[in-house]
């Protein structure tokens, strides 16, 4: 299987790095970590415009990097780079700007298209532009757009959408899951916000503090007792899920996942198409018994098994569940009060049923 | 009548010459102190800086004798042009090209300081190797401190008169420029001429002025790059 294995160590300014993760060179892997921890920095030296002497890089076989003995320099990497602020050349038309990479590659066995970017993209109405009169998320999607046109075989974006106000951020984040659906190009993805990594990210990588804390699939780690990201409170497990039938009448789509069934809102759309669920930790509730039907106005009460439980600030428990009757279905997180979990008498193990009362479809379509 | 248009043909020619050599001499080392993070970078600088403040007979006094025949660097001046720097219109391009290095310098190293780092990184990514960074980002990202260090440089060079009096001398069609002409009229009382060349000074110098203020307008764009 093809893989980025990178290793990067050193000190730049005040602040040592010392970096070293596997991760699969396909899908979006999020590098995710707090404000200071490094997540920059691995990207800049991925793509080569940070130089760290202990240092080695390779990508699908490729060698970047390999301390001192060889350096790739930026140029002869086939990285596209989309920074946190869209950074357009001024001095350029949009189509210009798009076509300074694509005209600087060449022999690439199956080039993305011209055309293809800008529809995909949504760029048709700006060719013809001054950057200076574009939006913000306007200008990032031409930032995209160019990356994407330099023919990379690895997307390296830093927090493409922090820069950005929410309605600019909501108008970019579809066009960066039909990229992640229609292009193979993995993708390192720079950002602090769980949220867009629910939605985006297919690995993880968790950094702190200039080091790698965990690396796996998105999934897991998320529902990992071990790290910190169950005990934020919007904390929340993501699901793959494929969709059984819709209901038309309510609006309602059954859609199945590892371990149970799901009611989502709306129409998730063919049988059979595969969505991502994210389900928030404080929608969860727990009980004893099943409902019976017409008992209660919650239609998800799946049946689970407890694989742990953590305290979380002062009132609160974080339970780890698996779904399943048995358990040996897909990791979930419920957030109860302390009070519950003793009146309840849960227990590591026991068999319960969850009650959830929220499920987000990311849009995925 | 001749005389003075012998003078302004002689002004002008060393006026362009000189620009033309300021830009390429001017150019690589703005790069350089743009973009260096050496130490003793601000020396140079310093250095580059200095005919700026200089009195320009102290400058012209020391290029005299830089380029006295008996000197190193004299003896291999003579062996490039074949003749002795001093009193020839060569000696005096050499010598504007020193005086007016800062005029060309500081302006292109302000304008290749101002486009910072991002853009050269971003072309980085998209393939672009050195050079090319250079010509297709930093150079037009920069023209309009180009175009201030050209036309400083052009305006510097007519107005110049120590360094010219001091390396060049008065020998018409060869070294007697506009500055020098005036002079000369002055000191014979031929005010009329002298009128004619000193309020054509003004005219120029004023559109010099003008065309930098409003070139550096439209060339602005603005300093941003998001």
Redesign the interface.
């Known amino acids: 299987m093809s893989l980025i294995t990178a290793l990067f160590r050193g000190r730049l300014g005040g602040f040592a790095l010392d970096v070293r993760f596997d991760v699969p060179a396909r899908g979006v892997t999020a590098l995710f970590g707090p404000s200071g921890c490094g997540k920059t920095t691995v990207l800049r030296c991925v793509?080569?415009?940070t130089r760290l002497p202990d240092a080695a890089l390779r990508v699908d076989g490729d060698v970047w990097q390999d301390g001192r003995l060889r350096f790739v320099?930026?140029?002869?990497?086939p990285?596209?780079?989309v920074?946190q602020?869209?950074?357009?050349?001024?001095?350029l038309s949009v189509t210009d700007n798009l076509r300074?990479?694509q005209r600087?590659?060449r022999d690439v066995p199956h080039p993305v298209a011209f055309e293809d970017v800008v529809e995909l993209l949504g760029l048709a109405r700006l060719l013809d532009r001054p950057t200076?009169v574009l939006s913000?998320g306007e200008?990032q999607r031409v930032a995209i757009g160019?990356?994407l046109l330099?023919q990379p075989r690895l997307l390296?974006m830093d927090e493409p959408l922090s820069?950005l106000d929410r309605t600019s951020k909501d108008e970019i984040l579809p066009y960066l899951e039909r990229l992640h659906d229609r292009l193979e190009i993995p993708v390192l993805y720079v950002s602090h916000d769980i949220a867009e990594v629910e939605r985006l990210a297919d690995t993880l990588v968790l950094l702190e503090a200039g080091r790698v804390r965990a690396v796996g699939p998105l999934a897991d780690l998320l529902a990992d007792p071990v790290l910190p990201l169950a005990r934020l409170p919007e904390a929340a497990e993501v699901l793959e899920a494929e969709v059984l039938a819709v209901d038309g009448a309510y609006g309602l789509s059954t859609v199945a996942v590892s371990g149970g069934r799901l009611f989502v809102p709306g129409v998730a759309g063919e049988p059979g198409t595969r969505r991502r669920l994210r389900i928030l930790a404080a929608d969860v509730s727990l009980r004893r018994t099943p409902t019976a039907e017409g008992e209660s106005s919650i239609l998800n009460v799946l049946p689970a098994r407890i694989t742990g439980a953590e305290p979380t600030g002062d009132h609160l428990m974080t339970v780890f569940l698996a779904l399943g009757a048995d358990g040996g279905g897909a990791p979930l997180l419920a957030r109860i009060t302390r009070k519950s979990w003793d009146l309840l008498g849960l227990a590591p193990g026991q068999a319960v049923y969850a009650m959830i009362k929220g499920v987000a479809l990311l849009d995925k379509g | 009548m001749h005389a003075m248009i012998e003078a302004i043909r002689l002004t002008v020619t060393l006026a362009l010459v000189t620009t033309v050599l300021l830009m390429i001499v001017g150019t690589p080392i703005a790069w350089w102190l743009a973009r260096s993070r050496a130490w003793w970078k601000e020396i140079v600088g310093a250095v580059v800086t200095l005919p700026l403040v200089l009195p320009p007979t102290v400058l012209g006094f020391y290029l005299l004798l830089a380029f006295s025949p008996t000197s190193p660097l004299g003896q291999a001046a003579t062996a490039v042009f074949g003749h002795a720097l001093p009193f020839s219109f060569e000696g005096l391009v050499v010598a504007s090209v020193i005086y007016s290095l800062p005029f060309a310098v500081q302006p292109i190293r302000n304008a290749f300081e101002a486009i910072g780092d991002r853009p050269l990184e971003v072309a980085a990514t998209l393939r672009a190797g050195p050079w090319d960074r250079f010509l297709t980002v930093a150079v037009p990202l920069a023209r309009g401190g180009f175009l201030s260090g050209a036309v400083l440089s052009f305006a510097h060079t007519v107005g110049e008169f120590g360094v010219v009096l001091m390396i060049g001398g008065n020998i018409p069609g060869e070294t007697k420029v506009l500055s020098i002409a005036i002079y000369d009229y002055v000191e014979t009382l031929q005010w009329g001429k002298a009128h004619i060349l000193a309020g054509g000074m003004v005219v120029f110098s004023f559109l010099v002025i003008l065309t930098v203020g409003l070139a550096g307008k439209r060339l602005g764009w603005g300093r941003e790059t998001r």
């Open positions: 793509a080569g415009l320099p930026p140029h002869r990497r990285v596209g780079y920074f602020e869209a950074s357009l050349f001024p001095h300074y990479g600087r590659v200076a913000g200008r160019r990356a330099s390296l820069a």
